[in-house]
């Protein structure tokens, strides 16, 4: 099991918002990481430290934190949004890294 | 450009060994933290391994339990993951990736580059 929790599907109409969330108890101490990974490709960082995008990523994606959660918003849904989100993070050790089980988002 | 190749994949039997390796450039390979994270084709991604920029600092997935080796050789800008004692649960696609954080000592979860696989399958 995870120690990072995603629900497994989430799903948002064409130019809607989104969010997609992931919680865990190593939350409340280590910042998260969000990739996006499409069908039969390697992720793609969204996402990481305190609300950074990743190269390339536009801002109509952004982050947040609160308390043992975080989350990724995602504006004006487009139909290339359409992937596998994961979160990831620090262990409650702060020595290990996490994945959570991953959201699929349907636009 | 940043460039991460994985090779030495291969279909093995169980309790053999396999060792991967993913050669770099676009970067200054000695700067950064590598990762091996693998994913069960349809299924989520796990981190297996990291290891800090100059070698002296590695750590492992719970479930490799003293398995898997991972290694650096920065005059070679290759990254290294060695596998022992492989089982069925093993089989996987297995990226490497590159840590986002330069000269970090403590690893980080935010991998700003991937390559595209290496699938090890036991049977």
């Known amino acids: 099991s995870s120690e990072l929790t995603q629900d497994p599907a989430v799903s948002v109409a064409l130019g809607q918002t989104v969010k997609i969330t992931c919680q865990g108890d190593s939350l409340r101490s280590n910042f998260a990481a969000w990739y996006q990974q499409r069908p039969g490709q390697a992720p793609l960082l969204v996402m990481y430290?305190?609300?950074n995008r990743g190269p390339g990523i536009p801002d109509r994606i952004s982050g947040y934190f609160s308390g043992n959660t975080a989350s990724l918003t995602i504006a004006g849904a487009q139909a290339g949004d359409e992937s596998d989100y994961y979160c990831a993070s620090r262990d409650i050790t702060g020595s290990l890294v996490v994945f959570g089980g991953g959201t699929r988002l349907t636009v | 450009e940043v460039k991460l190749v994985e090779s030495g994949g291969a279909l093995v039997q169980p309790g053999r060994s396999l060792r991967l390796s993913c050669t770099t450039s676009g970067f200054n390979f000695d700067d950064f933290a590598m990762h091996w994270v693998r994913q069960v084709p349809g299924k989520g991604l796990q981190w297996v391994s990291g290891?800090?920029?100059?070698?002296?600092?590695?750590a492992y997935a719970h479930f490799v339990r003293g398995r898997f080796a991972i290694s650096r050789d920065n005059a070679k800008r290759t990254l290294y993951l060695q596998l022992n004692g492989l089982t069925a649960e093993d089989t996987a696609f297995y990226f490497c990736a590159k840590d986002i954080l330069v000269g970090a000592t403590r690893l980080s979860p935010s991998f700003d580059s991937w390559g595209q696989g290496t699938l090890v399958a036991v049977s």
């Open positions: 430290g305190q609300n």
């Open positions: 290891i800090d920029f100059d070698g002296g600092s590695v």
